[in-house]
């Protein structure tokens, strides 16, 4: 029997030790019987078994640890411990090297795939953490598991001001909804959707945006070409309708998987390829940190971590240049100013 299912059959040998069946999972009532008799003879039965005391033990103080998630995710911890504790053994926790894994990554290599993979990765890391954390395991967890999965490389493309005129010039209405709230406000593909006809302030000219992560509210100045854009796009519209259905053929909102598609059709007829809806939030962020400072870009980009806003920060070939000559020509207006105001006062000036 594999690693696999043997850390299958444990979990479910605990699960139904602790009494976790009830009735309402069996369809008949023989069998809800029969499970219930079951449960009983495993309460009843004595006698310590190989690591059966301090597995359950071990297992119970996880579970009470992950008490905050949802089902799921605490079935799936839950599972992931147990075939960790089965791939220890009977080893001591002091004496736990990377070769007792070996067979369990070997399995996880090679029949999971990326997303899940890196799923795994992170309940195992997470179980091992908490071992070292309540000092069961001295080890650093970081020298026993290494993550299989690949950390993805940040994304730093930007789209050029000629090609987004290219696109705005071949774009239908939804098309260039799609580019000019993403160019000129920054917004994702699920804000995209969320947007409402009430969330833009005429007065003000500013864009409400309701996120999906980071700051779930922020208020975005928009320019001219924007709000000229938008006062056309909801002239005549009800307050909640959404943005996408006023585009949208039959009037009805979209989703991200029909953005996608108009964002492809749109690049397929210009000719271009290799961008994403999402490099026109990037190239608006990287335009913003150019201009503005770090403290308004993360306000106005939804962030709440320096780290997120240090990607978009990245210089570009002719910045150095012109910061230097930025900076030089800040001097000598400082030194002009400063002589102007030492100067005595003539009798003409007077």
């Known amino acids: 029997m594999?690693?696999?299912?043997?850390?299958?059959?444990?979990?479910?040998?605990?699960?139904?030790?602790?009494?976790?069946?009830?009735?309402?999972?069996?369809?008949?009532?023989?069998?809800a019987e029969r499970a219930d008799k079951g449960i009983k003879q495993w309460k009843r039965r004595e006698g310590p078994k190989p690591r059966d005391i301090p597995t359950s033990k071990l297992l119970d103080d996880f579970k009470a640890s992950?008490?905050?998630?949802?089902?799921?995710?605490?079935?799936?911890?839950?599972?992931?411990?147990?075939?960790?504790?089965?791939?220890?053994?009977?080893?001591?926790?002091?004496?736990?090297?990377?070769?007792?894994?070996?067979?369990?990554?070997?399995?996880?290599?090679?029949?999971?795939?990326?997303?899940?993979?890196?799923?795994?990765?992170?309940?195992?890391?997470?179980?091992?953490?908490?071992?070292?954390?309540?000092?069961?395991?001295?080890?650093?967890?970081?020298?026993?598991?290494e993550p299989i999965h690949q950390k993805s490389v940040f994304r730093t493309v930007t789209i050029d001001p000629v090609t987004i005129l290219r696109l705005k010039g071949l774009a239908n209405p939804l098309q260039l909804l799609i580019v000019m709230l993403g160019y000129h406000a920054g917004m994702r593909r699920e804000e995209m959707c969320r947007a409402l006809v009430s969330d833009w302030n005429r007065d003000a000219q500013t864009l409400t945006i309701h996120s999906v992560k980071g700051t779930p509210v922020r208020v975005v100045p928009?320019?001219?070409?924007?709000?000229?854009?938008?006062?056309?796009?909801?002239?005549?519209?009800?307050?909640?309708?959404?943005?996408?259905?006023?585009c949208a053929a039959q009037g009805n909102a979209v989703s991200t998987s029909y953005l996608n598609v108009q964002w492809r059709d749109l690049c397929e007829s210009a000719g271009i390829g290799g961008i994403w809806i999402h490099d026109l939030r990037r190239t608006w962020a990287s335009?913003?940190?150019?201009?503005?400072?770090?403290?308004?870009?993360?306000?106005?980009?939804?962030?709440?971590?320096?780290?997120?806003a240090e990607h978009y920060l990245h210089s570009r070939p002719n910045d150095v240049r012109r910061a230097a000559m930025a900076l030089d020509a800040r001097r000598d207006q400082e030194i002009t100013e400063q002589i102007q105001a030492r100067a005595p006062i003539s009798e003409t000036q007077q």
């Open 287 to 308: 335009d913003l940190g150019e201009v503005g400072s770090v403290t308004s870009l993360m306000q106005l980009a939804g962030w709440q971590r320096l780290q997120s």
């Open 222 to 246: 928009i320019g001219n070409e924007l709000a000229a854009f938008l006062g056309n796009l909801t002239r005549g519209n009800e307050p909640d309708a959404k943005l996408t259905a006023c």
């Open 66 to 145: 992950r008490a905050h998630l949802g089902t799921d995710a605490k079935r799936r911890d839950l599972k992931w411990a147990t075939r960790i504790l089965l791939a220890i053994g009977q080893t001591p926790f002091d004496q736990v090297e990377p070769r007792h894994f070996a067979q369990l990554r070997e399995w996880l290599g090679s029949h999971y795939h990326f997303n899940a993979r890196k799923t795994a990765d992170n309940a195992v890391t997470r179980f091992l953490r908490w071992l070292h954390k309540c000092g069961h395991l001295p080890t650093d967890p970081k020298t026993l598991w």
């Open 2 to 31: 594999s690693i696999w299912k043997k850390g299958k059959k444990w979990y479910t040998d605990w699960r139904d030790r602790q009494g976790k069946r009830h009735r309402k999972s069996y369809p008949t009532r023989g069998q």
